[in-house]
């Protein structure tokens, strides 16, 4: 079955909402009117008994009544629509008066008053509705007379009648109009989709640039519309970092397996002794080791990028952690002679191996750097909204230009120093990637010739704890020359 449109479906919604709007009004209209005309025949029935009630109080008796000689004739005959029935109290009393324009068949008689006004409804011999007032009126003698005042109602079911002919020709054509202008107004409302459809149309991976225009939409459409060229920007962003990524990868495993095969050849070319031999598999060991290790940190930079990695997530002791990286390069930092200390604690949420992971190759780097017999402080500090772990060295420093891109993957501020000291240029690109799942961030502050620090900031728990101590040295690793 096929689906129909939007515009379809609205303009059909709004069409038969419309029509039930449309219905409800003229039907409440109907009722209205019918109300209103039935208040105005009893209205004109209760002022026309008040004139009879004092004229046969006040001048008649049932003799009078009887030879017409008086003015009640006068108060029904100048009227079409009005006919009086005076009959004495009794049900087989004899008619008194029975006076009117139109003659009524048949006639009523039988009908029931008191002392206080009531109303009843019949038909007639021709089907005409007929509406009277009743009561049981005293005369100057003393005696009781009944007394029906009888309206027909004729005229007013002509009107009824008309109103309903008239609206049942004409609600069609409404029914059209209102069918047609809400298929004009959502059409209207949705024209500005079709930019969508058009943009998206020209998206592929060669080609982001196009964006939605955000000038003269809707409410709705412009946030829409601002979030597609979000996602477009994130879209874009991201595939220009993989052909970045892609173009970095293949240059840094280009040299190696050229070294590799540079090698082998040159090693094949002619017979060597096995000395020779065993040397070129050494230092192609070497490279296949550093090849080993981009390949592992490539895998893990795409673990930490999928969003199911946050499922670990348990509250993480940053000093335990730290302490614990700290014993790790504790031989590292006595062959240098460096002093490791750390102070303060605070509890995190996040995964602790990939915490772990973040502060290795953090004091790594703060090791690599860090001159003889320096000294390399880890400091956990917690604020209103973050907790925040640093490490800092009194090395070189970092040059101003190569701070916004040292968490870039494979940028290297000193190319053939860090190449030669093993380095494979995703160090920090990981830092950054396993603070982005923590939804924290990764920063760094230096001056060449002082200090260089790097910070892990984390969002803080609402519940966590905080022991703030002073620095002391929890962890040393220091040698006497």
């Not at 040159?266 to 490279?287: D, F, G, H, I, Q």
């Not at 916004?404 to 950054?432: K, M, N, W």
């Not at 603070?435 to 728990?461: E, K, N, W």
Request: hydrophobic content about 45%; glycine content about 6%; proline content about 5%.
């Amino acid at each position: 079955m096929k689906t129909s449109s939007l515009s379809t479906r609205l303009g059909l919604m709004v069409s038969l909402m419309g029509a039930g709007l449309v219905l409800l009004l003229a039907t409440l209209a109907f009722l209205v009117l019918n109300h209103e005309l039935d208040k105005m025949a009893r209205k004109s029935l209760e002022n026309k008994m008040e004139l009879i009630q004092h004229s046969l109080t006040m001048n008649l008796n049932t003799h009078e009544i009887a030879t017409h000689n008086h003015p009640l004739p006068d108060l029904v005959m100048g009227h079409d629509n009005f006919y009086l029935t005076i009959v004495g109290p009794s049900p087989t009393a004899e008619v008194l008066l029975s006076v009117g324009t139109k003659v009524q068949e048949p006639l009523m008689t039988d009908f029931t008053a008191s002392e206080t006004l009531g109303y009843l409804t019949w038909a007639d011999g021709r089907g005409n509705q007929q509406l009277g007032a009743s009561r049981l009126m005293r005369l100057r003698s003393g005696e009781n007379v009944r007394v029906l005042l009888t309206r027909d109602r004729t005229d007013d079911q002509a009107l009824l009648s008309a109103y309903l002919r008239s609206t049942l020709f004409v609600l069609p054509v409404l029914l059209v109009l209102i069918g047609l202008g809400a298929w004009w107004l959502v059409q209207r409302g949705l024209a500005p989709l079709k930019q969508f459809s058009h943009v998206a149309a020209k998206v592929t991976t060669q080609d982001l640039t196009h964006r939605l225009a955000v000038d003269n939409l809707p409410k709705e459409l412009a946030e829409l519309a601002q979030a597609f060229n979000v996602m477009l920007d994130r879209l874009d962003a991201g595939v220009q970092q993989l052909s970045q990524f892609s173009d970095d990868l293949a240059h840094e495993l280009r040299a190696p397996l050229t070294n590799l095969m540079g090698r082998a050849q040159v090693t094949l070319a002619r017979a060597r002794p096995p000395e020779a031999y065993k040397a070129v598999l050494e230092s192609n060991t070497e490279e296949l080791e550093r090849l080993a290790r981009i390949v592992c940190d490539m895998l893990f930079l795409a673990q930490v990028g999928h969003p199911s990695a946050r499922a670990s997530f348990t509250t993480v002791s940053l000093a335990q952690e730290a302490e614990r990286v700290m014993d790790l390069f504790a031989l590292s930092a006595e062959e240098k002679h460096l002093s490791l200390t750390l102070s303060g604690n605070a509890q995190v949420q996040g995964d602790r191996l990939m915490i772990q992971r973040a502060l290795s190759n953090l004091l790594s780097n703060a090791i690599r750097h860090s001159p003889e017999g320096g000294h390399i402080p880890l400091r956990v500090e917690a604020c209103a909204n973050t907790v925040s772990v640093s490490v800092s060295n009194a090395g070189p420093g970092i040059d101003a230009h190569h701070l916004p891109h040292v968490f870039e993957r494979f940028y290297r501020a000193d190319s053939s120093r860090a190449r030669a000291e093993g380095g494979t240029g995703l160090g920090l690109a990981i830092v950054q990637s396993i603070m982005t799942l923590h939804q924290g961030l990764a920063d760094v502050h230096s001056q060449p010739g002082g200090f260089t620090l790097f910070r892990l900031v984390f969002p803080r728990p609402c519940d966590a704890p905080i022991d703030i101590t002073p620095a002391t040295p929890a962890k040393s690793a220091m040698s006497k020359k």
